[in-house]
């Protein structure tokens, strides 16, 4: 114990010879790094990141090769003849992560007469537990799209006419013809008035499909195609105080998702709430002493995100978050050698989730 507390003090010493501006700058200093020892343990409690996950749905048409007579032979109207490409978000979410907040670094000291040696961190160096099993939190699942039907080529169904056919006004007329060809052999089965009708409903629905097939594929070579895929972006962002239409990203119609610094697309707002649902501490004036008997842990707030364009709002949800209201210490006596005290903490907030006293028997 004497050695960890002369450690600590080493460190502190170190740090104010880094601070005075009157000496050189030759000491070179280790990094503070938290983990558990013999005689004690370093580590950080957590502040609350969202990652917020938006879905972007981005479709591409392109112009069919007889474009240009869809409404002459089809009576397609307002077809497009040139290549365009929108994107639009589809859907936005946000979940909570914790941080390690290194501005929240402390000790614990281990000695004979407490009950406090048994600690779980996480990776990162985050108290999840003493004498209990810490909760790993979950990150964010990765999107997988879904898959996508293989296109159909529309020249497998031109007959021999169609193709020795000496220009393309021609070619589109005779692909006209037999696109109202197939149709009316559609209305044809559907009404039981077909030369040749199949035996039962399942040869019915095949011979439909295959005519439903080569239907939209001549149709497509007037039409055009279009073609939606969606991409999941997650945007990672740890405000530490309230903020008001703060730019999350912004989305270009040509583009897609960009930078929140690109004036390409238009912004999207993020505005952080405090609701104040934790009193300052009393004694916040006071300057604590670095080590304490005992175990720090977060007393979060609750804060509310908003995402808005152009003045709608697109999702809004409540949590609590780790930066977001006070550090309480608690008592060195919870864990001496009377009773085990189970103490169990919220990775993502730093919030206490288990506290209870087994005693002896």
Do not use: W
Not at 53 to 77: C, D, F, M, N, S
Not at 166 to 185: H, N, P
Request: proline share 5%; charged share 20%.
């Amino acid at each position: 114990m004497k050695r960890l507390a002369s450690r600590l003090s080493a460190v502190l010493c170190l740090l104010s010879v880094v601070c005075c501006p009157s000496l050189t700058a030759q000491t070179q200093l280790s990094k503070y790094v938290p983990g558990i020892t013999t005689d004690g343990a370093i580590y950080y409690l957590p502040k609350t990141s969202m990652h917020f996950i938006v879905q972007v749905e981005k479709t591409t048409y392109t112009p069919g090769e007889y474009a240009a007579y869809a409404e002459r032979y089809l009576a397609l109207h307002n077809v497009k003849a040139e290549k365009t490409v929108t994107h639009r978000v589809t859907n936005i979410m946000m979940q909570p992560v914790g941080l390690a907040d290194t501005a929240k670094c402390f000790v614990v000291k281990f000695n004979p007469k407490s009950a406090a040696s048994n600690l779980e961190l996480a990776d990162d160096g985050v108290l999840l537990a003493i004498n209990s099993q810490g909760i790993r939190q979950e990150h964010p699942r990765r999107f997988v799209p879904a898959p996508k039907a293989r296109p159909v080529n529309a020249r497998q169904f031109l007959n021999e006419e169609i193709l020795s056919a000496g220009s393309m006004a021609k070619r589109a007329e005779l692909i006209a013809q037999e696109i109202y060809t197939i149709r009316d052999s559609k209305n044809q089965l559907t009404r039981g008035e077909a030369d040749y009708m199949p035996n039962d409903g399942a040869q019915l629905r095949i011979m439909l499909d295959k005519l439903e097939q080569q239907d939209a594929a001549l149709t497509q070579l007037f039409a055009g195609t279009t073609v939606c895929d969606t991409t999941e972006y997650i945007i990672v962002t740890c405000p530490m105080t309230g903020v008001k239409d703060m730019v999350l990203f912004r989305l270009s119609q040509h583009l897609g998702l960009v930078e929140a610094d690109d004036l390409s697309g238009e912004p999207y707002y993020l505005t952080l709430e405090d609701l104040h649902t934790v009193p300052a501490p009393a004694d916040s004036k006071k300057k604590r002493k670095l080590v304490e008997e005992g175990i720090y842990v977060n007393i979060p707030g609750r804060v509310k995100a908003t995402v808005t364009h152009e003045g709608r709002v697109l999702y809004t949800e409540e949590f609590t978050a780790g930066q977001f209201g006070n550090v309480e210490l608690l008592s060195g006596e919870l864990f001496n050698k009377r009773y085990t005290t189970h103490l169990r903490l919220n990775p993502v907030n730093g919030g206490v989730e288990l506290l209870e006293a087994e005693q002896p028997r």
